[in-house]
């Protein structure tokens, strides 16, 4: 219930202006967007590397209405890749891409104009030794968002995959995906979806998202297992012993601000922890998500919204 509201809050251009005139420095913005510009999100992938850390970042924007945007995303992507490579940071950070940021929802043309600019990003990315890795969005978006990723993979193998196990279909996509050099990231998935498509209730979303683990935990590929809930936190190291599977032959990943301890414990214990860093100015319907999924957080984040000077 209260996802659906915020879902249609984090689509109502009105209250997007008014908060965004917020600055990023607003605690509650801070804690989950790593800054504005790309020094500060160099800075911010800086003080997680320097902890043990790998970094995803993501140049926050959605949707692009035009070419021109679709453009200016993507160059925005090869210069933070070549600030990451001259700052010696590119061994442990790659990029997280959103299809839709790039092109995708530009008409009949979309998907060819997201699959150069993804390819753009990954030119860039390869030739600072790093990755790419494809976010995905609404239900809508996953058969485009997948067909993309299968063009540009016939050139970047390496490129990630994301799958969101409260997708009925899921299950069938990690068997699709979970062969060897396959990167493919297992979220929770973060969008407010129809039954007709999506598990809605906690639990029944729990056990697809382990039955998506033991696929791609059992299969040749590369798991990047993405979540901040502890029980399939556990859940996953036990399913990787059982599997065979050793450090560095799968990932967890956690949001930046989301159980930073948790992040830290895990990489001393030798586990490979990679944070999404997101920045930009863009930070609104990516806010919007982050307090779906925490309410608790809500009251602070309008408390904050009144008292702004
Ligand atoms: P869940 O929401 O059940 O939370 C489990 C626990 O985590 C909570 O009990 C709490 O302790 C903590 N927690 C959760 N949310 C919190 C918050 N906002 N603040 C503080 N603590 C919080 N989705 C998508 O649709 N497409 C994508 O491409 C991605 N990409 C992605 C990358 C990475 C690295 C992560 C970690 C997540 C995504 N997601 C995503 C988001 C994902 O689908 C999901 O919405 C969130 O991760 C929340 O789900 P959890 O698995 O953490 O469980």
Same mark, same amino acid.
């Given at each position: 219930m209260l996802r659906q509201v915020l879902s249609t809050v984090?689509? +109502?251009?009105?209250? #997007?202006?008014?908060?965004?005139?917020?600055?990023?420095?607003? +605690?509650?913005v801070a804690r989950y967007v790593a800054g504005e510009t790309p020094d500060e999100a160099v800075q911010a992938s800086r003080q997680l590397v320097d902890a043990d850390?790998?970094?995803?970042?993501?140049?926050?924007? #959605?949707?692009?209405?035009?070419?021109?945007q679709? #453009?200016?995303?993507?160059?925005?992507?090869?210069?933070?890749?070549?600030?990451?490579?001259?700052?010696?940071?590119?061994?442990?950070?790659?990029? +997280?891409v959103k299809a839709s940021a790039v092109g995708q929802t530009l008409g009949a043309d979309g998907e060819?104009?997201?699959?150069? %600019?993804?390819?753009?990003?990954?030119?860039?990315?390869?030739?600072?030794?790093?990755?790419?890795?494809?976010?995905?969005?609404?239900?809508s978006t996953v058969d485009s968002t997948l067909s993309i990723l299968r063009t540009v993979r016939e050139d970047f193998p390496e490129t990630g995959a994301v799958v969101q196990a409260y997708l009925y279909r899921s299950e069938s996509d990690c068997h699709d995906l979970?062969?060897?050099? +396959?990167?493919?990231?297992?979220c929770k998935g973060a969008y407010s979806e129809p039954e007709s498509v999506a598990y809605r209730r906690h639990a029944d979303v729990d056990r697809a998202y382990v039955r998506c683990l033991k696929i791609l935990l059992a299969g040749p590929g590369y798991p990047m297992?993405?979540?901040?809930?502890?029980?399939?936190? #556990?859940?996953?190291?036990a399913l990787?012993?059982?599997?065979?599977?050793?450090?560095?032959?799968?990932?967890y990943q956690m949001l930046y601000g989301m159980r930073p301890a948790e992040q830290r414990r895990l990489a001393s214990m030798g586990e490979t922890v990679r944070v999404y860093v997101p920045y930009g100015s863009q930070w609104y319907p990516y806010l919007?998500?982050?307090?779906?999924?925490?309410?608790? %957080?809500?009251?602070?984040?309008?408390?904050?919204l009144v008292t702004r000077s």
């Open positions: 984090a689509e +109502s251009r009105r209250l #997007e202006r008014l908060v965004s005139t917020m600055p990023v420095s607003s +605690s509650i850390l790998r970094v995803s970042l993501d140049h926050l924007g #959605e949707h692009t209405g035009d070419r021109r679709a #453009e200016t995303i993507t160059q925005a992507y090869v210069t933070v890749v070549d600030r990451l490579r001259r700052a010696g940071l590119t061994w442990a950070t790659e990029v +997280s060819k104009i997201a699959v150069d %600019n993804v390819r753009e990003i990954c030119q860039a990315a390869r030739q600072a030794k790093t990755t790419v890795t494809l976010d995905m969005e609404d239900h979970a062969y060897e050099g +396959s990167r493919v990231r297992l297992v993405a979540t901040h809930d502890r029980r399939l936190v #556990e859940i996953a190291g990787a012993t059982r599997y065979g599977r050793t450090a560095g032959t799968y990932e919007m998500r982050r307090l779906a999924e925490r309410p608790a %957080n809500l009251g602070l984040f309008l408390r904050s």
